[in-house]
Nanobody, 116 residues
Framework: QVQLVESGGGLVQAGGSLRLSCAASGSIFSINAMGWYRQAPGMQRELVAAITRRGTTNYADSVKGRFTISRDGAKNTVYLQMNSLKPEDTAVYYC??????????WGQGTQVTVSS
């Protein structure tokens, strides 16, 4: 049972920015994709952003133009830069890692709260 280490959440006012990070371990060649889901109480789980081994990215429509996912290959770390934050971005953000054979590992979650 592997838990990814993620950090960077916090409290910010609407219009502000936060940067999430998620650190993986092991061979970088075993990773197919990494990214974040988010979930708020009473809400559906939503895929926020993902980046593949080839460097292609995917974003939820609700965050396009505001969030950017990137990676640091030397440290097996991915980052989610979140700008122009809105109250509806408030949620627990869970980092995930997908292996090349399809298995998933999850981070412990980090709370993002955006006040109006």
């Amino acid at each position: 049972q592997v838990q990814l280490v993620e950090s960077g959440g916090g409290l910010v006012q609407a219009g502000g920015s936060l940067r999430l990070s998620c650190a993986a371990s092991g061979s970088i060649f075993s990773i197919n994709a990494m990214g974040w889901y988010r979930q708020a109480p009473g809400m559906q789980r939503e895929l926020v952003a993902a980046i593949t081994r080839r460097g292609t990215t995917n974003y939820a429509d609700s965050v396009k133009g505001r969030f950017t996912i990137s990676r640091d290959g030397a440290k097996n770390t991915v980052y989610l830069q979140m700008n122009s934050l809105k109250p509806e971005d408030t949620a627990v953000y869970y980092c995930f890692k997908e292996s090349i054979i399809g298995s998933l590992d999850w981070g412990q979650g980090t709370q993002v709260t955006v006040s109006s």
